[in-house]
């Protein structure tokens, strides 16, 4: 079974200028979250989506952070414009929507080293 | 103050050894937890949740204590493998789906 898979690998972009990252979960699974790690710091939550549907995007430091979910499959994550400290990897995970009472592993995709000059 | 704090290590350990390491979490209602491991530039994987009772699974015990808000992991007979950084990680929310509040990690280092 394929695990989730994100593109592209890496990316290095201009202070300013655009990047959309994409994210495929694992097929099946409704959850899909947005995680980040900047430089020295720990991985901190972005966003939650319950299929297309945002569930839950108090992580989101800023409005030029716009994330989206079309069809309840794949999703984007587009940083417009740009700024330094945006640099980090950033992390899909996917998870099952199963009932409440029990804990549904999140798995990790293998993120995006977004780096802004 | 951070919602999971670690000892960034690194804790060298020689192989056959064994290793142990803590963290903290500052919200109460805090409702489960977790260890993950991540290797270099890798992505973060479930090593195995941590229960009230405590947990084994080989070679690895995991302790909640949640009158201290403290998580332990231990790791007994240290393998070259194990070198890798180890995430705790904490669920706060009441669903079962809900984000992952991680610590920095601490860092493991198994040497010949």
């Known amino acids: 079974e394929a695990g989730v898979t994100q593109f592209p690998s890496h990316s290095v972009i201009e202070k300013g200028q655009t990047v959309t990252l994409r994210c495929d979960p694992i097929?099946?699974?409704?959850?899909l979250y947005w995680y980040r790690r900047v430089m020295g710091k720990e991985i901190k939550f972005l966003l939650h989506f319950v299929k297309e549907s945002k569930q839950d995007e108090s992580g989101m430091p800023n409005n030029r952070f716009l994330a989206e979910r079309t069809g309840g499959t794949y999703s984007t994550l587009k940083v417009q414009p740009a700024e330094l400290e945006d640099s980090g990897v950033y992390f899909c995970?996917?998870?099952?929507?199963?009932?409440?009472?029990?804990?549904?592993?999140?798995?990790f995709g293998p993120g995006t080293r977004l780096t802004v000059l | 103050r951070k919602e999971v704090e670690q000892d960034p290590g690194p804790f060298n350990v020689p192989e056959g050894a064994t290793v142990a390491f803590n963290c903290t979490y500052s919200?109460?209602?805090?409702?489960?937890f977790f260890w993950y491991r991540q290797d270099c530039r890798k992505e973060p994987k479930l090593l195995m949740s941590v229960y009230s009772s405590g947990n084994e699974d080989g070679r690895f015990t995991a302790q909640l204590n949640r009158a201290s808000q403290y998580i332990s992991l231990l790791i007994r007979d240290s393998k070259l493998s194990d070198s890798a950084t180890y995430l705790c990680?904490?669920?706060?929310?009441?669903?079962?789906?809900?984000?992952?509040?991680f610590g920095a990690g601490t860092q493991v280092v198994v040497t010949p």
């Open positions: 919200n109460s209602a805090s409702q489960s």
């Open positions: 990680v904490v669920k706060g929310a009441t669903d079962s789906w809900g984000k992952l509040q």
């Open positions: 097929s099946g699974h409704d959850n």
């Open positions: 995970a996917s998870s099952v929507q199963k009932g409440t009472g029990t804990y549904n592993e999140q798995f």
